[in-house]
């Protein structure tokens, strides 16, 4: 039986991009898959170089890979994971890829003429853009996850326990390196005041609007977390007490200057600090010192730092 006459309906039919190179890299043969996406008519460009048919190939790697093909004469294969694409094709999904190019999987296979001395390469380009889309969409759901997972939800700061693992890796790091660390733990002052008067809405108001200007008084190695209601807590790497206390107090003072606007209204706050240094301790003995430091903080008046010092738990003794 005849089957020649099914072969180039076939060919343009095809939901495959079919492209046959001789052993020149001249092209010989494109479908209509490839014509149509790439907008260059076969009549005009064959017995031209690859290179001159379609722009910008990745040409050094291809040509390797072309070589290996021809010389071994067994065929080659390059998925869009490795390679998103070799040739420019334009795609049916331009508005949920962000690529205006469709990805491709492309087997390269040796082929032999009649004549049994010919060679020819067939490269067969399969469109991969929906599995390129769904991965894009995968990865960018596991970053929005991964965010949330260390992010306090109100404030947008670290949350309870990404912060304090944190902390745990740090007083690792300087324990190590023999490197100062610093902790401060703060507290909004007369809190539960400011929510009687203005409400719960208007307290959360304050949390996002100081968190949000205590961010930006700190460096982006500092680490910054919510540590319970209206209690936070920031890790000063590289940092002794001298730098902690200037940075506790430019805190102190940026927040009693600080004016917030809420439903017509001018709001002020202030807060208290406790500060305490890494002096081989464990996270929960570190924190203990800062949380002693801002009781004392809160004792002594509140609107002010205080650095951790020994004599501040003979200090809490007598007041208790
Ligand atoms: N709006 C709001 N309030 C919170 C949140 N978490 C805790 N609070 C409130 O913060 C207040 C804390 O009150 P207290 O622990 O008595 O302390 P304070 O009023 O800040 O007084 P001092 O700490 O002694 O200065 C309570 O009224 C809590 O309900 C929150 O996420 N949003």
Avoid at 9 to 38: C, E, M, S
Avoid at 53 to 63: I, M, S
Avoid at 73 to 79: G, H, K, L, N
Avoid at 286 to 297: F, G, N, P
């Amino acid at each position: 039986m005849q089957l020649d006459w099914l072969l180039q309906p076939l060919l343009t039919q095809l939901n495959t991009g079919v492209l046959v190179l001789d052993a020149q890299y001249r092209v010989v043969f494109f479908n209509q898959f490839i014509a149509r996406r790439a907008d260059v008519d076969l009549a005009k460009v064959q017995g031209n170089l690859l290179e001159d048919v379609f722009a910008d190939l990745p040409l050094a790697w291809l040509r390797r890979k072309l070589d290996s093909v021809l010389h071994l004469q067994v065929p080659a294969f390059s998925s869009w994971e490795q390679r998103q694409y070799i040739i420019k094709l334009a795609h049916l999904r331009p508005l949920s890829s962000d690529s205006q190019y469709m990805a491709q999987n492309c087997s390269m296979l040796p082929l032999t003429a009649p004549d049994g001395v010919s060679r020819y390469i067939c490269l067969l380009i399969e469109d991969a853009t929906d599995a390129y889309v769904y991965q894009q969409q995968l990865q960018q759901s596991v970053i929005q996850l991964e965010h949330a997972n260390r992010t306090d939800g109100l404030t947008g700061v670290y949350n309870r326990r990404y912060w304090q693992q944190q902390l745990g890796y740090e007083i690792q790091r300087a324990g190590r390196y023999q490197h100062p660390l610093s902790l401060l733990l703060f507290d909004l002052d007369k809190f539960k005041d400011l929510n009687d008067q203005y409400g719960h809405q208007g307290g959360d108001f304050v949390l996002v609007e100081l968190s949000r200007l205590i961010g930006s008084l700190l460096r982006d190695t500092d680490l910054f977390g919510r540590y319970g209601g209206e209690e936070f807590g920031i890790i000063l790497p590289e940092t002794g007490m001298t730098g902690a206390l200037q940075v506790a107090n430019r805190i102190c003072d940026t927040v009693a200057r600080h004016k917030m606007l809420y439903n017509q209204q001018t709001l002020k706050a202030t807060i208290s600090i406790g500060v305490a240094c890494y002096f081989a301790q464990s996270v929960d003995e570190l924190i203990q010192r800062a949380d002693t430091a801002l009781y004392c903080a809160k004792r002594q008046g509140r609107n002010r730092a205080v650095a951790y010092q020994p004599e501040l738990e003979g200090y809490l003794k007598k007041v208790k």
